[in-house]
């Protein structure tokens, strides 16, 4: 990017908001992907309004220079990693709550706003704000709305399309649109506010997000259950979501391995930390003598179909720390175990059982480990394959390409997808025909191309690369 160009953006938002030396632009080479390299960008270019945004654009689309929006960085499908240099136009300093309007039940954000921000202030107010990636005290509500992001409580709330209303979005051709609005129903034409929830950043920038609030349930209980085995634990899973008679907010899983990092990571432990796995159920209740009552039933349904004990946490103190010790898994990993591939497909729930059998099937015989944790109760699974310590570099790049191809084609033959939450970003986007044909690929492409004509925004993620003749992780 040239001098010139360089001064345009300044010209902008201030010199000071560009930034092209090294030390500062380094940081934005990368997010919290292992198997994505870091690629530098020309500049970071920092906006405070959707304004500068739309000129920004309009100086990109002119001189056709690649623009990676970003909000937080803690992408796990190298979403946000500049892979075509240019421009890293960052959002983190969108970061104001524009309105908290009670009376509609709604919360007006800019995208920056980190999502914990949001849960906290609408519980300071008796709402609840249900978005809950395991992220949420460092991503971004507009990195969220980017990817639809999930988290623990979408089996009963759903990801964070669900909770969007409206959105402001500066197309990648400099024009500022608003779809929705604070209103629940609207069918006015095509969903577009749909169409740019997990555009991971292709179709347009997100400037301003209309959230839903719901009223926070008063109480709620958790559930800690371990089992002697995997096949016990997860075949139990469709059985309590068909014949008890209750939605539980959560159904989270940790397999034996999961639960060692997190107890190391941070240096805590649970009840019979040396079972197979554990399940997590958390159930919510308008008042304690029914949420009594329903982990009751759920506990002795749950003995009945071979938990090994039920933990039962319904005081603040024992349910953070529980939430506490799976939330950090992830972190674990990437602490612990830098050379990882954290994988996110999803799957019918009946078939779980089969899903996750066949994960260890697959390690095994590419000479790799694997742990599997997530969601188990809307079917998404982190199957994470780690290298081993003594496997030379070459060998781990591979096994783990093996390993990716027969995960996926299993999970597509479970009719499942290849992500449920992360995304496809660079990461997965060379596998994309395993799930899709080639009519729905280009049919995607088509929006992209209306869109985005002179391909400046995200211009590498989700689409398969058409000159690629090798696979990349
Ligand atoms: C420890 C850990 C736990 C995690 N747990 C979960 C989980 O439970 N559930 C889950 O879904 N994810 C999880 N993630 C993944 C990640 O946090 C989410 O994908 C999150 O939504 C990314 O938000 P971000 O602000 O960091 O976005 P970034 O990483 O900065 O960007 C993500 C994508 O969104 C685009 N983007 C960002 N902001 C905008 C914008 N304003 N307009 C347009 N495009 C934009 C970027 O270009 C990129 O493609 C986890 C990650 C980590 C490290």
Redesign the pocket.
Known sequence: MNETIIKRLRSIVGYENVKTDYDEVERYSK??TSSVEPSLPSAVVFVTNAQQVSEVLKVANQHKIPV??????????G??IPTKGGIVLS?ERMNHILELDLENMVVVVE??VITDEIQKLAEEHGFFYAGD???SE???I??????N????KVLKYG?TAFHVLGLEVVLPTGEIVNFGGKMMKNVMGYDMIRLFIG????L????KIILRLIPKPKYSAVLLTPFKDMETAISCVPKVLCESGILPTSIELMDRFSVEISSKFLNESIPQQDADCHLIFEIESLDRESLTRAYISLGEKLQQLGALEVYIADNRHQKMKIWKFR?AI??GI?AFRPKHCMEDVSVPIKTIPKLIRSTYDIARKNHVEVLNFGHVGDGNVHVTFLKPETMSDELWKKAIHNCLIELYRVTADLNGTVSG???I?VKRKDYLDIFLTQVEIETMRKIKQALDPNNIL?AD?IFPDTSASVRQI
Not at 149 to 152: K, L, M, P, T
Not at 204 to 207: A, D, H, K, P, R
């Open positions: 997010d919290e990676t929006p970003r909000g937080a960085g803690t992408g796990l499908s979403g946000a959002l995208p920056g990636p395991a992220s460092s991503s971004s507009g990195g969220n709305v980017a990817e992001a999930g988290g623990v990801p555009s991971e950043g292709t347009g920038i997100i400037t939330k992830a972190e990437i939450e992360h995304g970003g995200n993620k």
